[in-house]
């Protein structure tokens, strides 16, 4: 039988389906500079309990260091027929410094070792991701300054309802960012904990400076109770749902750019390094990459009850169960991350139409409720002047009119209180300035919210 971790208990090894079910190795190629890092420090943790001699640390954590310059090079030549990563450093570490190889487990399980290994991946890839989100928004910010004056029909239920900035549209989509920012350091705070020394559920034996390691290992707190911190698996849960979060306001920032750059819209276009064409349909120039986006958020979306299914019924401390949590942040931090770079990518590729948004306006009657709150500051009650303003809107219905251009008369037939000065009211201009709410569209406003953003952000 090949020798494992555990092959004292056993007489016989795995079966080959079990082996093949069970076995994470390459999958846990993520952890394994991780991995490497902690038993370091676990044999300065031994070395400083008497358990090893300086010496004997010295040397632990030199071959440990050539490994990990190894793994960095050619992980492939390295790897055996090892249940996981931490059988794996544990059996390379033996082959190259024989007995002592052996004391390298002592005071440690798995448990806390697996533990350590998925915060400190957590805490690293929620940096790189909090830097990308902050690309997105560098990005937004970019093609709302470049577009400041652009006027944009808002929409409720995909109709049109009222004009504002394209600007400030995209300021919409910062402020969605600037919330998932928030979330993603949330789960770093989560992350942020050192459950080194737990051992396999009750603590260690020996004694070890767990505070120590804690400042070693660059976390900011301890874990409390040793059989919470081997079972634990919140922060994931909290990190899943801070991307699968993010992903959904991608996905309708993606959904907009597929929709805007359609032929039936136009409003924009997408170059052509995100886009792809048909093999049948030469004319096609589909937003490929967007619709990809929209797709992968399903998969993260499905990541997070996947773990709360994954955690739901179990009793403490570890179970093997929690083999399958890891995988499920691993593919989603890998979609969070591809999508940001791909979105930044988009957006600066993307040109607006003019024309195109100009039509919207010419035909539409974006400008009603301008003309309801016209009246209600004539002294009328808004629920009078929305019926009012319906009767007007249907009557330029009739006569294949835009709002704005109905005559002095026209408007009166419908409502004395209608004066000249209405005409100042009817514009896209008017409608935006008038807005001159903290938070609103108005010209002043978005310059203002784009100025505090530059600063946070450029």
């Known amino acids: ?40 420090v676990h044999a300065q943790l031994l070395e400083r309990a008497g358990i090893l001699s300086s010496d004997e640390s010295e040397t632990l954590q030199s071959t440990l260091a050539d490994l990990d310059d190894a793994f960095a090079v050619n992980p492939e030549e390295l790897l055996g027929d090892d249940e996981d990563i931490h059988a794996c450093i544990e059996r390379l570490v033996t082959e190259r410094c024989g007995e002592l190889g052996k004391k390298i487990h002592s005071g440690k399980s798995r448990n806390d070792q697996v533990i350590t290994d998925a915060r400190m991946y957590c805490k690293t890839e929620l940096k790189g991701l909090k830097k990308k989100v902050r690309g997105v928004i560098r990005q937004l910010l970019v093609l709302a300054e470049e577009n400041i004056e652009v006027v944009f029909p808002g929409f409720t239920h995909f109709q049109v309802a009222q004009p504002v900035l394209f600007s400030h549209h995209c300021l919409a989509y910062v402020a969605m960012l600037e919330r998932d920012l928030l979330r993603l350091d949330q789960a770093y705070v989560s992350s942020d904990v050192c459950p080194l020394g737990s051992a396999a559920l009750a603590g260690n034996s020996y004694g070890l400076d767990r505070d120590w390691a804690c400042q070693a290992l660059d976390f900011a707190r301890l874990s409390e109770n040793s059989m919470d911190a081997v079972s634990d698996r919140d922060f994931l849960m909290e990190t899943l749902s801070a991307i699968s979060l993010c992903m959904l306001h991608l996905s309708r920032l993606a959904e907009e750019l597929v929709l805007w750059s359609s032929d039936l819209i136009g409003f924009v276009s997408l170059g052509e390094d995100y886009s792809t064409g048909s093999s049948i349909m030469p004319q096609k120039k589909n937003p490929d ?32 169960d929690l083999q399958e949590d890891k995988p499920l942040v691993y593919e989603s931090v890998a979609i969070l991350s591809g999508s940001l770079t791909c979105m930044t990518g988009m957006l600066a590729s993307l040109q607006i139409n003019q024309d195109a948004i100009s039509a919207v306006f010419a035909k539409g009657y974006s400008l009603a409720t301008e003309l309801a709150d016209y009246l209600v500051k004539k002294g009328l009650p808004f629920r009078d002047c929305h019926r009012i303003c319906a009767e007007i809107v249907r009557y330029a219905i009739e006569q294949q009119k835009p709002l704005e251009a109905l005559s002095l008369e026209e408007f009166q037939s419908k409502c004395g209180d209608i004066t000249e000065d209405v005409f100042s009211v009817l514009t896209l201009d008017a409608a935006l300035a008038v807005k001159s709410v903290y938070g609103g569209t108005a010209p002043e406003q978005v310059r203002f919210q784009l100025k505090r953003l530059k600063e946070v952000y450029l």
């Open 1 to 40: 039988m090949t020798e494992t971790l555990y092959s004292g208990r056993f007489e016989e090894g795995l079966a080959p389906a079990a082996k093949a079910y069970s076995y994470t190795l390459r999958q846990d190629l993520a952890l394994v500079h991780y991995d490497i890092r902690v038993n370091q």
């Open 289 to 320: 990459i967007a619709e990809l986006l929209r797709g992968k958020t399903a998969k993260t979306s499905a990541n997070v009850m996947a773990m709360q299914q994954l955690i739901k019924s179990l009793p403490l401390a570890y179970n093997r």
